[in-house]
């Protein structure tokens, strides 16, 4: 009688299972330290689906603000400084008053943000323009400032900035006191 081991020598179907048995157990241990070794984990399909909405999801709040931040760029409330070459200059006459410059403003119709005026006492009371023309037609008015209105803290009024309501043009004297000479703007009724 043959030995167990004659038997499975002898029997080739048998060896070859018993070899790719063997196989099947030293590949699925390589596979199990690879997995440790590199930090790899078996994910099911719940997992798997998990972390795809929660992608889809993140990827959503991406997008919605990307567009928030695209619309905040274009909506700056600064307004655009248009180029040099789109200014004009005007002297206004000697000795002229500020109800003259206002109305030299509201016939050309400038925006605020557009109009720069300049007072400069010391050249017979000048008033220098300069406006980039274009858009829709302001009213201007000449508001005279008060005595010692400068010497107020705070001022009453932010007469230094052009905020688009105000149009500052320096300061002048009234009795020799420094008082603020600035144009209030408004749109015009026709304008749209």
């Known amino acids: 009688m043959a030995s167990l081991k004659e038997r499975i020598e002898s029997n080739p179907v048998v060896w070859f299972l018993s070899a790719l048995v063997g196989a099947f157990v030293v590949g699925f241990g ?11 984990q078996p994910t099911s399909t719940a997992e798997l689906n998990q972390l795809k909405a929660k992608a889809a999801d993140l990827q959503s709040q991406v997008d919605t603000l990307t ?4 619309a905040a760029k274009t909506q ?7 180029p040099a070459s789109q200014w004009k200059h ?3 006459p000697v000795g002229a008053s500020g109800s003259d410059v206002a109305n030299k403003l509201t016939d050309l119709g400038p925006a605020p943000q557009n109009v ?6 010391s050249s017979n009371n000048i008033f ?6 274009g858009g829709p037609r302001w009213t201007y008015a000449y508001t005279p400032g008060r005595a010692n209105e400068l010497n107020t803290s705070p ?5 230094f900035i052009n905020d688009g ?13 420094a008082t603020p000479i600035y144009f209030t703007a408004s749109k015009s009724p026709s304008s749209p």
């Not at 720069?116 to 006492?121: A, H, L, S």
């Not at 309501?165 to 006191?177: K, N």
């Open 155 to 159: 001022p009453p009024l932010n007469f």
């Open 76 to 82: 700056s409330s600064q307004p655009q400084i248009p």
């Open 67 to 70: 567009a928030q931040l695209t």
């Open 30 to 40: 390589a596979y199990g330290t690879i997995q440790t070794v590199g930090g790899l």
């Open 90 to 92: 005007i002297a206004m």
């Open 165 to 177: 309501t105000i149009v500052p043009a320096g300061i002048g004297g009234e009795g020799g006191v």
């Open 128 to 133: 220098h323009i300069w406006y980039v023309a």
């Open 116 to 121: 720069v005026v300049e007072y400069d006492g």
